[in-house]
């Protein structure tokens, strides 16, 4: 049962990057295998390692465990990060659903072409700013706690300070109208295996570069257009 998980993915964000933040905040170390060839996929298809064919996969608890939605409800109950009932946790999915969402506008985005970036990025932006951080904001502002659920860290807080750090990436002045989510981000920011993580040098994968996008399409080529991120 013990050891270390292993994550089997790219050497960059995609779907894997939620379950490393949600592992470096619950104080968890992990190795990585990246995926660099399409042997190395090969293999773990031929391995019957990936139920769906698909990364991520972690092997965890003596599992190996794909979908990562599944990865992240099995990780946030184990340390416990999911709310201490059925409707907090109800509470915790919702959160994190909605900010799945937004992330997942800009997923794709290294795959574009610059004509459809520019118009994903405008989405995005949008989006963000007007969808979803009024929705956190007014959370955060009506119960006037430092978490969103429960008065206590979750899943739901890393995910959110996941997703205000990739649209601040894009559109540095999104959080200028959402004073609870300023003071959200500084306070998440600072919890230590959160800092830890945003230090330089930590597992925590930087914006999708070319190099990035290289890879998937080779890993994937045979199959796949490039069903992928
Ligand atoms: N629902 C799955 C989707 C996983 C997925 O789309 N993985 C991509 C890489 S990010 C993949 O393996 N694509 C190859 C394929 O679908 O055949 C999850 O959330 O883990």
Redo the contacts with the bound molecule.
Sequence with gaps: MGGKPKLY?FDGR??MEPIRWLLAAAGVEFDEEFLETREQYEKLLQDGD?L?????MVEIDGMKM????A?LRYIAAKYNLYGKDLKEQALIDMYVEGTTDLMGLILMYPFLSSEDKKKQLATFVEKATKRYFPVYEKVLKDHGQDFLVGNQFSWADIHLLEAILMVEEKACDTLSEFPHLQAFKAKISNIPTIKKFLEPGSQRKPVPDDRYVET?RRV?QA??DV???
């Design positions: 993915y995609g779907k990936l769906f064919q698909q990364v991520p794909v979908q990562s939605r990865i998937v994937f199959y796949h069903k992928a991120t």
